[in-house]
């Protein structure tokens, strides 16, 4: 009897070790049912070259991410956190992970076929079903069988009509969930939220009023940073060639924070872009007064559905620049200033998260984050308030400046990566403040 409860525990225990394995593996399609970008964009010319210069695109392209990802890797010896390490690609590029190649970020380049090297492109979104978990790039595909058999396409519109391949509205392609499902991301095994935009969104005061990611997103395009502090307008035009007319075309421009990757892809028009929503997305005001020589400069997130920095925070620089000088230009006072070589003093303030290895250690290496040790970013339509204290300079007038700077990744880590000053990162000025205060 004792034999036969072993042997049906031990059955059990098998059973629950599959289930597990079956559960941490990704479904499965094979690499021939998804249709290359260019082929799409023989019908949809205008949103195909949108995204062609978008960081959606660039995203495996996007050699900072690949050098960064790979030096990460050195050295692991934890497998939980090689794990992690080598999950990038579902993310960066989830066409080639759902087909196998790349299934780690170790891959080899050279071996990557060409559709997969494409990044999040038109047939793996517009394939999208559903999401199986909001994030980690969760979702449940439905491809044709390529060129031949297209299969259907999902988007924003109940009345498309396609000759090349069937069509089909999605509520899902209206929604945020649609961006949530790749822009959050969790450590696989540790659980620690690495980013977080779409929580940050829903939480935040645009999910209540109805404003979905693609709200602000998909209607930006040059010259138009359609920021939650500037106006939306809609754009009309058709989706494909011979579409009809419709009220509103969901740009494909993608546009985040990113101004540099763009840029050196050749795709300057979404560099600027880059920098139009940035320069849109924040205010920053110096109080006119000075209690007990304490200086308050508050900052304000204006526009951006999540928080001041978002995404990759640990890596992410926006940080403050305050300078107090006398009338006659002499400085007294000046903080957040880089050195020559694009350093940060370490007393400047900077808003970005922290990650430590479980011993309260901090850690830049997202394999290795147990942790949370420091959050310091602005929610949406959030303020934070700096203090500064100022030279004991007493009747006389100054004058104050304040900036808010935002990098992509700090100088001293590119430096790093690829060798001292090989590649510049540049800092973009998202908003600034200038007073003239008597002490």
């Given at each position: 009897?004792?034999?036969?409860?072993?042997?049906?525990?031990?059955?059990?225990?098998?059973?629950?070790?599959?289930?597990?394995?079956?559960?941490?593996?990704?479904?499965?399609?094979?690499?021939?049912?998804?249709?290359?970008?260019?082929?799409?964009?023989?019908?949809?010319?205008?949103?195909?070259?949108?995204?062609?210069?978008?960081?959606?695109?660039?995203?495996?392209?996007?050699?900072?991410?690949?050098?960064?990802?790979?030096?990460?890797?050195?050295?692991?010896?934890?497998?939980?956190?090689?794990?992690?390490?080598?999950?990038?690609?579902?993310?960066?590029?989830?066409?080639?992970?759902?087909?196998?190649?790349?299934?780690?970020?170790?891959?080899?380049?050279?071996?990557?076929?060409?559709?997969?090297?494409?990044?999040?492109?038109?047939?793996?979104?517009h394939s999208a079903v559903k999401a199986e978990k909001l994030y980690n790039a969760s979702i449940e595909l439905d491809?044709?069988?390529?060129?031949?058999?297209?299969?259907?396409?999902?988007?924003?519109?109940?009345?498309?009509?396609?000759?090349?391949?069937?069509?089909?509205?999605?509520?899902?392609?209206?929604?945020?969930?649609?961006?949530?499902?790749?822009?959050?991301?969790?450590?696989?095994?540790?659980?620690?939220?690495?980013e977080s935009p779409y929580e940050e969104w829903k939480n935040g005061p645009y999910a209540r009023q109805g404003i979905?990611?693609?709200?602000?997103?998909?209607?930006?395009?040059?010259?138009?940073?359609?920021?939650?502090?500037?106006?939306?307008?809609?754009?009309?035009?058709?989706?494909?060639?011979?579409?009809?007319?419709?009220?509103?075309?969901?740009?494909?421009?993608?546009?985040?924070?990113?101004?540099?990757?763009?840029?050196?892809?050749?795709?300057?028009?979404?560099?600027?872009?880059?920098?139009?929503?940035?320069?849109?997305?924040?205010?920053?005001?110096?109080?006119?007064?000075?209690?007990?020589?304490?200086?308050?400069?508050?900052?304000?997130?204006?526009?951006?559905?999540?928080?001041?920095?978002?995404?990759?925070?640990?890596?992410?620089?926006?940080?403050?620049?305050?300078?107090?000088?006398?009338?006659?230009?002499?400085?007294?006072?000046?903080?957040?200033?880089?050195?020559?070589?694009?350093?940060?003093?370490?007393?400047?303030?900077?808003?970005?998260?922290?990650?430590?290895?479980?011993?309260?250690?901090?850690?830049?290496?997202?394999?290795?984050?147990?942790?949370?040790?420091?959050?310091?970013?602005?929610?949406?339509?959030?303020?934070?308030?700096?203090?500064?204290?100022?030279?004991?300079?007493?009747?006389?007038?100054?004058?104050?400046?304040?900036?808010?700077?935002?990098?992509?990744?700090?100088?001293?880590?590119?430096?790093?990566?690829?060798?001292?000053?090989?590649?510049?990162?540049?800092?973009?000025?998202?908003?600034?403040?200038?007073?003239?205060?008597?002490?």
């Amino acid at each position: 009897m004792l034999k036969q409860a072993t042997v049906r525990a031990a059955i059990i225990i098998m059973l629950a070790a599959v289930l597990l394995v079956s559960c941490k593996k990704s479904r499965h399609y094979e690499l021939s049912r998804f249709i290359a970008p260019a082929v799409c964009g023989s019908c949809h010319d205008e949103i195909y070259e949108q995204w062609r210069g978008s960081m959606h695109h660039l995203s495996h392209y996007d050699h900072i991410y690949r050098e960064i990802a790979l030096r990460d890797l050195k050295g692991l010896t934890d497998a939980d956190e090689i794990e992690e390490a080598e999950l990038c690609v579902k993310c960066h590029t989830p066409i080639g992970f759902v087909s196998g190649l790349p299934a780690k970020t170790s891959d080899h380049l050279k071996k990557i076929p060409e559709i997969a090297q494409q990044g999040i492109q038109c047939d793996y979104c517009h394939s999208a079903v559903k999401a199986e978990k909001l994030y980690n790039a969760s979702i449940e595909l439905d491809p044709g069988n390529g060129e031949e058999s297209p299969g259907t396409k999902r988007g924003p519109f109940k009345d498309s009509h396609a000759d090349f391949h069937e069509t089909a509205y999605s509520e899902f392609h209206t929604r945020a969930e649609i961006c949530g499902a790749c822009h959050d991301v969790r450590h696989v095994v540790f659980g620690t939220r690495l980013e977080s935009p779409y929580e940050e969104w829903k939480n935040g005061p645009y999910a209540r009023q109805g404003i979905p990611c693609q709200g602000c997103h998909m209607y930006q395009r040059p010259g138009i940073p359609a920021t939650g502090s500037t106006n939306r307008p809609k754009n009309p035009g058709r989706a494909a060639q011979d579409g009809p007319v419709r009220e509103h075309i969901f740009t494909h421009y993608f546009t985040g924070a990113n101004v540099l990757v763009p840029s050196r892809f050749g795709s300057r028009v979404q560099g600027r872009m880059a920098e139009e929503r940035l320069r849109n997305a924040a205010r920053v005001k110096i109080d006119e007064h000075i209690v007990n020589n304490m200086l308050r400069v508050t900052v304000a997130n204006t526009g951006a559905g999540h928080s001041i920095p978002t995404g990759l925070t640990h890596v992410r620089q926006v940080w403050l620049e305050v300078k107090v000088s006398t009338l006659g230009g002499r400085t007294l006072f000046h903080s957040g200033r880089p050195d020559g070589t694009g350093r940060l003093d370490p007393s400047s303030v900077v808003y970005n998260t922290v990650f430590g290895d479980g011993t309260g250690k901090p850690v830049l290496n997202i394999a290795k984050a147990r942790e949370v040790l420091k959050d310091k970013r602005i929610g949406p339509m959030k303020s934070a308030v700096e203090l500064f204290r100022l030279p004991g300079v007493t009747g006389e007038s100054i004058v104050v400046e304040a900036r808010l700077w935002h990098r992509l990744a700090p100088q001293e880590l590119v430096d790093a990566v690829f060798g001292e000053g090989k590649i510049k990162i540049p800092a973009v000025l998202m908003a600034s403040d200038k007073k003239t205060l008597k002490l």
